[in-house]
Protein backbone atom coordinates (compact mmCIF):
# COMPACT_ATOMS: atom_id res chain seq x y z
CA UNK A 1 0.00 0.00 0.00
CA UNK A 2 1.38 3.69 -0.67
CA UNK A 3 0.04 6.28 0.56
CA UNK A 4 0.25 9.79 -0.90
CA UNK A 5 -0.52 13.00 1.07
CA UNK A 6 -0.95 16.78 -0.46
CA UNK A 7 -2.61 19.94 0.87
CA UNK A 8 0.26 21.21 2.74
CA UNK A 9 1.22 25.14 2.71
CA UNK A 10 1.93 28.21 3.97
CA UNK A 11 -0.94 29.81 6.33
CA UNK A 12 -1.84 32.47 8.50
CA UNK A 13 -2.48 32.00 12.11
CA UNK A 14 -6.26 31.41 12.06
CA UNK A 15 -6.32 30.25 8.45
CA UNK A 16 -7.18 26.76 7.53
CA UNK A 17 -5.71 24.11 4.74
CA UNK A 18 -7.10 20.74 3.79
CA UNK A 19 -4.69 17.88 3.68
CA UNK A 20 -5.64 14.52 1.39
CA UNK A 21 -4.36 11.30 1.57
CA UNK A 22 -5.00 8.63 -0.97
CA UNK A 23 -3.84 5.03 -1.07
CA UNK A 24 -2.89 2.99 -3.66
CA UNK A 25 -1.64 -0.56 -4.16
CA UNK A 26 -3.32 -3.19 -1.96
CA UNK A 27 -6.66 -1.04 -1.46
CA UNK A 28 -9.42 -3.73 -2.13
CA UNK A 29 -9.87 -3.69 1.72
CA UNK A 30 -10.29 -0.90 3.74
CA UNK A 31 -7.71 0.57 6.45
CA UNK A 32 -7.92 2.29 9.34
CA UNK A 33 -6.28 5.87 8.64
CA UNK A 34 -4.43 8.25 10.57
CA UNK A 35 -2.64 11.80 10.04
CA UNK A 36 0.32 12.67 12.52
CA UNK A 37 2.76 15.64 12.53
CA UNK A 38 6.40 15.60 13.39
CA UNK A 39 7.95 19.62 14.30
CA UNK A 40 11.54 20.62 13.91
CA UNK A 41 13.29 19.45 16.71
CA UNK A 42 10.54 17.10 18.18
CA UNK A 43 9.20 13.53 17.80
CA UNK A 44 6.45 12.58 15.50
CA UNK A 45 3.15 12.99 17.46
CA UNK A 46 -0.13 11.30 16.78
CA UNK A 47 -2.93 13.90 15.27
CA UNK A 48 -6.38 11.82 14.41
CA UNK A 49 -7.48 8.75 13.31
CA UNK A 50 -10.27 7.24 11.85
CA UNK A 51 -11.72 3.98 11.45
CA UNK A 52 -12.30 1.28 8.57
CA UNK A 53 -16.22 3.05 8.34
CA UNK A 54 -15.68 6.91 9.58
CA UNK A 55 -17.80 5.76 12.11
CA UNK A 56 -15.27 6.08 15.04
CA UNK A 57 -12.48 9.40 14.94
CA UNK A 58 -9.43 9.86 17.56
CA UNK A 59 -8.27 13.59 18.02
CA UNK A 60 -5.26 14.88 19.95
CA UNK A 61 -5.88 16.95 22.80
CA UNK A 62 -4.26 19.78 20.80
CA UNK A 63 -6.46 19.91 17.72
CA UNK A 64 -9.81 18.80 19.09
CA UNK A 65 -12.25 21.81 17.85
CA UNK A 66 -10.04 22.51 14.95
CA UNK A 67 -9.41 19.93 12.87
CA UNK A 68 -11.54 17.67 11.23
CA UNK A 69 -10.86 14.17 9.85
CA UNK A 70 -13.27 12.31 7.27
CA UNK A 71 -13.02 9.57 4.46
CA UNK A 72 -13.40 10.34 1.07
CA UNK A 73 -16.04 8.44 -1.14
CA UNK A 74 -12.98 7.03 -2.96
CA UNK A 75 -12.28 3.90 -0.23
CA UNK A 76 -8.39 4.46 1.44
CA UNK A 77 -9.05 8.53 0.84
CA UNK A 78 -9.22 10.69 3.64
CA UNK A 79 -8.72 14.29 4.50
CA UNK A 80 -8.00 16.66 7.55
CA UNK A 81 -9.48 20.16 7.49
CA UNK A 82 -7.30 22.22 9.47
CA UNK A 83 -8.72 25.38 10.76
CA UNK A 84 -7.83 28.29 13.57
CA UNK A 85 -4.43 26.97 12.89
CA UNK A 86 -1.67 28.83 15.16
CA UNK A 87 2.47 28.46 14.70
CA UNK A 88 2.67 25.68 16.69
CA UNK A 89 0.75 23.59 13.90
CA UNK A 90 3.98 23.91 11.70
CA UNK A 91 5.21 20.66 11.16
CA UNK A 92 5.62 18.36 8.80
CA UNK A 93 2.36 15.78 8.50
CA UNK A 94 2.08 12.35 7.70
CA UNK A 95 -0.63 9.89 6.83
CA UNK A 96 -0.59 6.54 7.73
CA UNK A 97 -3.04 3.36 7.57
CA UNK A 98 -3.02 0.37 9.19
CA UNK A 99 -5.48 -3.20 9.42
CA UNK A 100 -5.83 -2.41 13.33
CA UNK A 101 -7.60 0.47 15.08
CA UNK A 102 -4.85 3.05 16.86
CA UNK A 103 -2.08 0.40 16.27
CA UNK A 104 1.40 1.24 18.49
CA UNK A 105 3.24 1.13 15.26
CA UNK A 106 1.14 2.06 11.79
CA UNK A 107 2.22 -0.42 8.92
CA UNK A 108 1.77 1.79 6.09
CA UNK A 109 2.85 5.75 5.57
CA UNK A 110 2.93 8.03 3.15
CA UNK A 111 5.67 10.80 2.28
CA UNK A 112 5.39 13.96 4.56
CA UNK A 113 3.72 16.98 3.05
CA UNK A 114 4.74 20.49 4.75
CA UNK A 115 2.32 22.92 6.89
CA UNK A 116 3.19 26.24 8.22
CA UNK A 117 1.68 28.85 10.18
CA UNK A 118 2.87 31.67 10.36
CA UNK A 119 1.92 34.57 13.03
Known amino acids: VQLQASGGGLAQAGGSLRLSCSAS????????MGWFRQAPGKEREFVAAIDWSGGIIRYAESVKGRFTISRGNVKNTMYLQMNSLKPEDTAVYYCAADDRWLPTTWTYWGQGTQVTVSS
Open 25 to 32: GRTSRSYV
